[in-house]
């Protein structure tokens, strides 16, 4: 049973960082693309970042430069470092699973696992 726990999450000032944790168990972590999706009040689903079973790495354009997303097999756990916050960058950060393995895409519709979300607030 594919299981994906996100942490981390907090109330942060502009200007601040977090570093989100999505802890996996139940299939070949390494095998397997990974993504952070998050979800602000009243907006879609949006993907934020992803990385390849490889390690290679991708952003959507508003977070190039401030997030950093990374993975640790031995640990099959998820990381993406939050920096220089915005009050926009506020929302519910869900890690997901890509469905097949040894391959990506940022279309949420190809993702088959989630996490609960963890919630990241920026505000002063």
């Known amino acids: 049973q594919v299981q994906l726990v996100e942490s981390g999450g907090g109330l942060v000032q502009p200007g601040g960082s977090l570093r989100l944790s999505c802890a996996t168990s139940?299939?070949?972590?390494?095998?397997?693309?990974m993504s952070w999706f998050r979800r602000a009040p009243g907006r879609e689903l949006e993907w934020v970042s992803g990385?390849?079973?490889?390690?290679?790495?991708f952003y959507t354009d508003s977070v190039k430069g401030r997030f950093t997303i990374s993975r640790d097999n031995a640990k099959i756990t998820l990381y993406l470092e939050l920096n220089s916050l915005k009050t926009e960058d506020t929302a519910m950060y869900y890690c997901?699973?890509?469905?097949?393995?040894?391959?990506?895409?940022?279309?949420?519709?190809?993702?088959?696992?989630w996490g609960q979300g963890t919630q990241v607030t920026v505000s002063s």
């Open positions: 139940g299939f070949t972590f390494s095998d397997y693309a």
């Open positions: 997901a699973r890509y469905r097949s393995p040894r391959t990506w895409s940022r279309d949420k519709s190809f993702y088959d696992s």
């Open positions: 990385i390849s079973s490889g390690g290679s790495t």
